[in-house]
């Protein structure tokens, strides 16, 4: 299982989930923990806003975490079988282990084309 939080800092979770092309991705690790196992950095002709092709890194995501998604968006990654989580939480580590046990996460912050919450956990 791989969990992406869209974070342009590398710190926070960030919103716009459609033009970003920074992630964190975590995965779980034995007796129930996670870690950071990757950071994605990718051209910009791979932020899903400009994307248009088949196979995308974010295929191999099982959820994404992001301050922010248009319904588009949250379309285009359902298709591609990853559930797309919206939250105000801006801690990528407290949002991922929220997911990951179960708990819901706070809504996002309104904004015009985004989608609203609250959203559950898929896991």
Do not use: C, Y
């Amino acid at each position: 299982m791989k969990i992406g939080v869209t974070s342009q800092n590398f710190r926070t979770i960030t919103s716009h989930a459609g033009k970003t092309r920074r992630f964190l991705i975590f995965t779980p690790s034995e007796g129930g923990g996670f870690q950071e196992s990757e950071r994605w950095d990718l051209p910009k002709d791979l932020s899903m806003h400009e994307f248009r092709g088949d196979r995308h890194p974010l295929d191999e995501l099982d959820a994404l975490i992001t301050g922010g998604a248009g319904r588009d968006f949250v379309r285009r990654m359902q298709e591609r079988g990853v559930r797309v989580i919206a939250t105000s939480e801006s801690d990528p580590r407290r949002a991922v282990g929220a997911v990951l046990a179960g708990r819901s996460l706070p809504p996002p912050a309104p904004h015009g084309h985004e989608v609203p919450g609250p959203f559950r956990s898929p896991f």
